[in-house]
């Protein structure tokens, strides 16, 4: 499947079959994500791969009981991980200075960018993926979990296994709504109209809003999804565990 194809196809899939993947095919699964830009070519993440039944069972649990983390063969999580790089620093003399919030976000950039190639390249071997928000709900647990040191904070998941379903494409917004040419060009009252008007006309927004019994679809994502109390108080868990893996120094 041509790479074009493979992007344009992608679906998040939440059933798989039990189905092992062929070690070699991980590998190169897991080698394709190492190819993906870096800083610097700093590479300052890591990828903890989870096969085993028993630590799946533990991670399912911290990732709100989502059933695709039992089903796939294999979940991935990847950190922002900076330990690896300050130790290497000490041992060739040189004094590391990434105990700060900007270091911590480059680390977590170069584990998205690593963690997507994996997707694509997953999903270029006929793979089902999914990534699972809750990783940064849980960060502090899921760090305990699997053992992470000072310096390495997970910030995304991939479930990765055959797919058992086969979703219609998801919407998107269309072309007018993301690409700005030279300069941001701030959207009018009609070019918010327009931009939603698709996805907003769709039968399962009008089943969300029967269900939900609220009027919009915005409303949705503001009041039950995604609402400020539930963002206020994951960001203030997530900081935590940043700061205390030694990303917050201000000195």
Not at 47 to 71: A, C, G, P, Y
Not at 96 to 121: H, R
Not at 148 to 155: A, L, R, S, T, Y
Not at 195 to 203: D, F, H, M, V
């Amino acid at each position: 499947m041509d790479t074009i194809k493979t992007l344009m196809e992608h679906r998040s899939i939440r059933k798989y079959k039990n189905t092992p993947i062929p070690e070699n095919i991980l590998k190169q699964i897991l080698e394709a994500s190492f190819r993906a830009s870096t800083t610097g070519n700093m590479q300052v993440y890591s990828i903890i791969v989870s096969q085993e039944k028993e630590m799946r069972k533990k991670l399912w649990e911290l990732h709100f009981k989502q059933d695709m983390i039992l089903q796939a063969p294999v979940t991935l999580t990847f950190c922002a991980d900076f330990n690896r790089f300050n130790k290497w620093c000490k041992q060739r003399k040189a004094e590391p200075g990434y105990d700060n919030f900007l270091s911590f976000f480059t680390a977590a950039i170069d584990a998205l960018l690593a963690a997507q190639n994996c997707a694509i390249a997953a999903e270029s071997f006929g793979l089902g993926i999914c990534y699972l928000g809750t990783v940064t709900y849980m960060s502090d647990k899921i760090a305990e979990l699997l053992k992470c040191p000072e310096g390495v904070v997970p910030v995304a998941t991939l479930v990765v296994g055959y797919p058992d379903e086969s979703p219609e494409l998801t919407d998107r917004l269309p072309y007018k709504g993301i690409v700005h040419h030279e300069t941001y060009h701030d959207y009018s009252e009609d070019d918010i109209n327009e931009i939603y008007r698709e996805k907003e006309a769709l039968p399962q927004t009008a089943e969300l809003l029967r269900v939900n019994e609220l009027e919009t679809l915005a409303q949705i994502f503001a009041q039950k999804r995604y609402a400020k109390k539930d963002n206020v108080f994951f960001s203030k868990q997530f900081l935590k565990v940043i700061k205390d893996k030694g990303f917050m120094n201000n000195d």
